[in-house]
């Protein structure tokens, strides 16, 4: 696992330095002031969660960050915790009830992401992180979506979301590291409004969140 990439004077010039610093007040004010508006959704939500599937009312894992860098996601619940027989978790399809499957329709289990944004885990734009198992799966190219923070929202979710194929996904990920911009960030955060609004993505066509990472296919 490689350390944490900043930007730093040593590999980045003044002005994407300073836009750099402008991102981050950025993220702080945008997702200071959606946890504020939102508050009462969230609310709202911890309570029909809590009638619902009792607790936790919170799921929380470990994801890569900056730098592939461990840190705690925070999330609504929309799955119960139901097992086989065997004692393993019973497929997605099968513990995800009404009530989480219309926060992830409409993006509220995704909401306390913003804490993650406030602490400086996350941005606001930026690939969405994955688990930790996937890491080394990823070709050296598909590893650069982790020389950028992860993201609440990020190109690959306005190009598609769930409904892309993972190649896809990661493409659109290192895309975005390549050609990142303020009018960039600005333009997806706009465009994600129009998806959530929508409920654009969902889904994968096979499954009820996204298929399971195993790796690309060598040339």
């Known amino acids: 696992m490689r350390p944490p990439r900043g930007p ?9 330095l300073r836009s750099h610093r402008v ?25 029909a969660i809590w009638v619902r599937m009792g607790r936790p009312i919170l799921f929380r894992q470990t994801r890569p960050g900056l730098g592939g860098a461990p840190f705690q996601i925070y999330k609504f ?10 004692g393993a978790l019973l497929p997605d399809e099968e513990r995800q009830t009404r009530l989480g499957q219309f926060l992830r329709a409409t ?11 406030l602490q400086g885990a996350m941005s606001l734009v930026g690939p969405r992180p994955l688990f930790e198992s996937y890491l080394p799966l990823y070709t050296a190219e598909q590893a650069r979506r982790h020389d950028v923070k992860p993201g609440v929202t990020g190109l690959a979710q306005v190009r598609g979301r769930n409904a892309l194929s ?3 996904k990661f493409a659109l990920d290192v895309c975005y590291v390549d050609t990142w911009s303020l009018a960039l960030d600005l333009r997806i ?6 998806v959530v609004m929508r409920r654009e993505g969902i889904s994968h066509p096979n499954s009820a969140t996204m298929p399971i990472f195993t790796g690309s296919a060598k040339p």
């Open 23 to 47: 991102k981050r007040a950025l993220d702080l004010a945008g997702a200071g002031a959606a946890l504020l508006a939102a508050a009462p959704v969230m609310a709202a939500s911890s309570v």
């Open 166 to 168: 993972w190649d896809e």
């Open 107 to 117: 993006s509220i289990d995704e909401l306390l992401e913003l804490l993650n944004v």
């Open 8 to 16: 730093t004077s040593r590999n980045h010039p003044p002005s994407l």
């Open 77 to 86: 619940r929309t799955m119960t915790s139901a097992r086989g027989a065997d």
């Open 189 to 194: 955060l706009v465009e994600t409004i129009r």
